[in-house]
């Protein structure tokens, strides 16, 4: 029964079950309110994690694919003969079986080459890469022409290439002759030297003016041969003595500044663009420079389309399938056309839900248009 005041007036309030029905409502009410939030905040985080993780990982796919446009531009279309494994020792893909020299192609191949410490597949490794192509903006866009290649005196293995006066001179907007230090042959440049004969890879070791460059053996990226050595591991620049001569190069023959660059993905999963020769500025062992541009990089596979429409994942391998044997192809690079690069990202914190990381798969496809249609 309510109580009434001395005032006449009724002091009946709330009965416990009465507060109780409305703290319950009051507490799912309030439950709903913050599992909405909740969800949104990790809506919200999810979304700014996986924004984080892609970002630099699409920047490196980004940059993979300037340089697949690039591959092969002002490039020989067979490559250039480099010392047997150097593709090996230098852009890590396997050994080849034989001792003849290597063929640097404008692209690469190397499939299923390294391990990965965030990889969930057990005996799952990452693909390699690299390309090739001319620096075209090297001495206002030309050639520099060659006259002749000898031994310094004393120095019988060291390949001195004399340039020709006028192989400086420019054309258009350059200054002729060209005497800007950027677009002048420095130490540790990377050239292909062309001929009718030949097509070599070689490292500037020493640069005398506008007259001479020197390839010297035991660059730091061991690509020059010695001059007076024999066969396969002399130097393919030694002059041509006779038309039965072939282990060498006839002068008229020309040398263009060229990059030579490579991704690989690292053990602890970080995303690498490595670049060989052409650090000016940089000393002999700094002529192989690694940037990262990804990371926590779980997976990075390649295919490939070739002219003929076929798809692989390595071009090379011969009829057996299998990398290394004697009927792998080198020259099966020439005919990619197509690359589609399949890169899966991990998250750097769990998931507040699942307490687990997340993958992140993207997948990008480029067009090899140089290789196709650049007569080198």
Same mark, same amino acid.
């Given at each position: 029964?309510?109580?009434?005041?001395?005032?006449?007036?009724?002091?009946?309030?709330?009965?416990?079950?009465?507060?109780?029905?409305?703290?319950?409502?009051?507490?799912?009410?309030?439950?709903?309110?913050?599992?909405?939030?909740?969800?949104?905040?990790?809506?919200?985080?999810?979304?700014?994690?996986? /924004? *984080?993780?892609?970002?630099?990982?699409? !920047? +490196?796919?980004?940059?993979? &694919?300037?340089?697949?446009?690039? %591959?092969?531009?002002?490039?020989?279309?067979?490559?250039?003969?480099?010392?047997?494994?150097?593709?090996?020792?230098?852009?890590?893909?396997?050994?080849?079986?034989?001792?003849?020299?290597?063929?640097?192609?404008?692209?690469?191949?190397?499939?299923?080459?390294?391990?990965?410490?965030?990889?969930?597949?057990?005996?799952?490794?990452?693909?390699?890469?690299?390309?090739?192509?001319?620096?075209?903006?090297?001495?206002?866009?030309?050639?520099?022409?060659?006259?002749?290649?000898?031994?310094?005196?004393?120095?019988?293995?060291?390949?001195?290439?004399?340039?020709?006066?006028?192989?400086?001179?420019?054309?258009?907007?350059?200054?002729?002759?060209?005497?800007?230090?950027?677009?002048?042959?420095?130490?540790?440049?990377?050239?292909?030297?062309? /001929? *009718?004969?030949?097509?070599?890879?070689? !490292? +500037?070791?020493?640069?005398? &003016?506008?007259?001479?460059?020197? %390839?010297?053996?035991?660059?730091?990226?061991?690509?020059?041969?010695?001059?007076?050595?024999?066969?396969?591991?002399?130097?393919?620049?030694?002059?041509?003595?006779?038309?039965?001569?072939?282990?060498?190069?006839?002068?008229?023959?020309?040398?263009?500044?060229?990059?030579?660059?490579?991704?690989?993905?690292?053990?602890?999963?970080?995303?690498?663009?490595?670049?060989?020769?052409?650090?000016?500025?940089?000393?002999?062992?700094?002529?192989?420079?690694?940037?990262?541009?990804?990371?926590?990089?779980?997976?990075?596979?390649?295919?490939?389309?070739?002219?003929?429409?076929?798809?692989?994942?390595?071009?090379?391998?011969?009829?057996?399938?299998?990398?290394?044997?004697?009927?792998?192809?080198?020259?099966?690079?020439?005919?990619?056309?197509?690359?589609?690069?399949?890169?899966?990202?991990?998250?750097?914190?769990?998931?507040?839900?699942?307490?687990?990381?997340?993958?992140?798969?993207?997948?990008?496809?480029?067009?090899?248009?140089?290789?196709?249609?650049?007569?080198?």
């Amino acid at each position: 029964m309510a109580n009434i005041s001395k005032f006449g007036k009724s002091e009946k309030g709330f009965s416990l079950l009465e507060l109780l029905v409305a703290m319950a409502i009051f507490l799912v009410v309030t439950g709903s309110i913050y599992g909405l939030l909740s969800l949104g905040r990790y809506d919200r985080n999810r979304s700014s994690r996986r /924004s *984080d993780v892609l970002k630099n990982a699409r !920047v +490196a796919v980004h940059m993979i &694919g300037r340089d697949v446009l690039n %591959a092969g531009l002002g490039y020989h279309r067979r490559g250039a003969m480099v010392p047997d494994n150097f593709n090996s020792s230098q852009l890590g893909v396997p050994s080849d079986v034989d001792a003849a020299r290597d063929m640097l192609t404008g692209v690469v191949v190397g499939n299923n080459i390294n391990t990965n410490n965030l990889s969930s597949t057990a005996g799952l490794k990452t693909d390699t890469i690299s390309f090739a192509y001319r620096d075209v903006d090297f001495n206002c866009g030309n050639a520099m022409e060659l006259q002749g290649v000898a031994g310094p005196s004393g120095f019988p293995a060291i390949n001195r290439l004399t340039l020709k006066a006028s192989s400086m001179a420019a054309a258009g907007p350059c200054p002729a002759p060209r005497t800007d230090q950027a677009s002048l042959p420095q130490p540790y440049d990377l050239f292909l030297v062309e /001929s *009718d004969t030949s097509q070599v890879g070689i !490292v +500037a070791t020493a640069v005398n &003016g506008t007259s001479t460059i020197d %390839a010297a053996p035991a660059d730091p990226l061991s690509m020059n041969q010695p001059l007076n050595g024999s066969g396969a591991a002399g130097s393919l620049l030694r002059q041509c003595t006779s038309s039965a001569d072939t282990n060498c190069t006839t002068y008229s023959a020309t040398a263009k500044r060229v990059f030579l660059v490579s991704y690989k993905v690292k053990t602890d999963g970080t995303l690498v663009r490595m670049t060989y020769g052409n650090n000016r500025g940089a000393g002999a062992t700094s002529q192989v420079q690694e940037l990262p541009m990804a990371y926590n990089v779980e997976d990075f596979q390649i295919r490939y389309v070739l002219d003929d429409g076929t798809v692989t994942d390595n071009p090379s391998v011969g009829p057996d399938g299998i990398v290394g044997t004697i009927d792998d192809d080198w020259q099966q690079f020439n005919r990619i056309r197509q690359l589609t690069i399949s890169i899966k990202v991990q998250s750097t914190e769990p998931d507040e839900k699942t307490g687990l990381l997340e993958s992140i798969s993207f997948t990008s496809t480029f067009s090899t248009r140089n290789l196709g249609y650049d007569a080198g």
